[in-house]
């Protein structure tokens, strides 16, 4: 079936340096989501995208964290400056209908 | 605030019994209740969903009974088999196309053979 590509699957970086997470939809579908897992606990809402636009942020999106979609197909979440308590598993998300998202299979961020 | 709460954090139960997960909501506007079942290192994977409009749910072996009223649901795992052994979550959306997924902290299901 349809699936949602992430890559890297793991990133190792050290703390201040920029990450940037890819993302793949699933080609059709128009709605597009972020969340963000720590040690296997419940998925955090980051953002969730429209079409391309920007629907939603979370207030664990942080200044520090942007979105975009650099050639209309792939999504990246970019962290700059990356901190310790980035550490997570970022999983994106994609559906067709608005509802009940297909994921990813997750990046793994290690920030030392 | 938490807004979906899941209980019990984990179970185990025998191959063939009924595994009983439950889950409860704060936000009177949710209206969409997925779960998702997530095994190590994989995306959670959707399981089965309910709208508010009904009061149960039932895909093979899973069922989902809800009550709008007391804002609980619970997910029913009859025969439960060694594979279903993964992390389940309780999801819960409002009103609104393509509005966020709430999820619950999970509960982990071990089923011994």
């Known amino acids: 079936g349809p699936k949602v590509l992430q890559i890297p699957s793991h990133q190792i970086i050290d703390m201040g340096q920029m990450v940037t997470l890819n993302c793949d939809p699933v080609s059709n579908h128009l709605y597009f989501y972020w969340y963000k897992q720590i040690l296997g606990q419940q998925m955090e809402f980051l953002v969730n995208?429209?079409?391309?636009?920007?629907?939603?942020k979370s207030k664990l999106f942080k200044d520090q964290f942007s979105v975009e979609r650099p050639d209309g197909s792939y999504f990246t979440l970019k962290i700059q400056p990356t901190a310790l308590e980035d550490s997570a598993v970022y999983f994106c998300?994609?559906?067709?209908?608005?509802?009940?998202?297909?994921f990813g299979e997750g990046t793994r961020l290690s920030v030392l | 605030q938490q807004q979906v709460r899941q209980s019990p954090q984990s179970l185990t139960v025998w191959e063939g019994e009924t595994a009983i997960l439950n889950c409860s909501y704060e936000n009177s506007a949710f209206d969409y209740f997925p779960w998702y079942q997530q095994f190590p290192g994989e995306g959670p994977a959707l399981l089965i969903a309910i709208r508010s409009v009904s009061d149960k749910k039932e895909d093979g072996r899973f069922t989902i009974f809800f009550n709008k009223r007391e804002k609980k649901l619970s997910l029913h795992i009859t025969d439960s088999q060694p594979g279903d052994s993964a992390t389940y979550f309780c999801a819960a959306s409002g009103q609104g196309t393509g509005s966020k997924l709430s999820f619950g902290k999970g509960a982990k299901l071990t089923v011994s053979p």
């Open positions: 998300a994609s559906s067709s209908t608005g509802e009940a998202p297909l």
């Open positions: 995208f429209y079409n391309g636009k920007v629907m939603e």
